[in-house]
């Protein structure tokens, strides 16, 4: 079976669910192809580990740089059991021009997030 989902003039690239305990760092990896991306000569492989913050009072994101092709992202007080989400898809990787965008939800179940990453590409 395949599964074609579309958004506001973007394809889903890729998404993935995650359970995750809170004290915990879950690596992802991104594996951007010339099939997808003319632009590129070769395949490329973008890693994003994401961990957990619950200090400080504001909810937030944000990125940071984690070595070669690798990015660490912060979900602050995302503790929510009934659950937190972005309001817009998040500008992530821009690849000649053509942007993939993030969205993501987390909820929270005791010391457990389950987390789901979905990357959207702009149709061509």
């Known amino acids: 079976?395949?599964?074609?989902?579309?958004?506001?003039?973007?394809?889903?690239?890729?998404?993935?669910?995650?359970?995750?305990?809170?004290?915990?760092?879950?690596?992802?990896?991104?594996?951007?192809?010339?099939?997808?991306?003319?632009?590129?000569?070769?395949?490329?492989?973008?890693?994003?580990?994401?961990?957990?913050?619950?200090?400080?009072?504001?909810?937030?994101?944000?990125?940071?740089?984690?070595?070669?092709?690798?990015?660490k992202m912060t979900l602050c007080n995302w503790n929510n059991s009934l659950g937190t989400t972005l309001n817009t898809l998040y500008p992530l990787i821009n690849i000649e021009g053509t942007m993939v965008e993030l969205c993501l939800y987390n909820v929270r179940v005791g010391e457990t997030n389950v987390l789901t990453l979905q990357f959207w590409l702009p149709e061509l």
């Not at 305990?21 to 010339?34: A, F, H, K, R």
């Not at 395949?43 to 961990?51: R, Y």
């Open 1 to 71: 079976m395949t599964i074609t989902a579309r958004l506001g003039g973007r394809t889903l690239l890729g998404e993935g669910t995650y359970v995750i305990p809170s004290t915990e760092i879950l690596s992802v990896s991104v594996s951007l192809t010339p099939e997808k991306f003319p632009e590129l000569a070769e395949a490329k492989t973008l890693t994003l580990n994401v961990e957990y913050n619950d200090s400080g009072e504001k909810q937030t994101v944000f990125f940071s740089p984690d070595g070669e092709n690798s990015s």
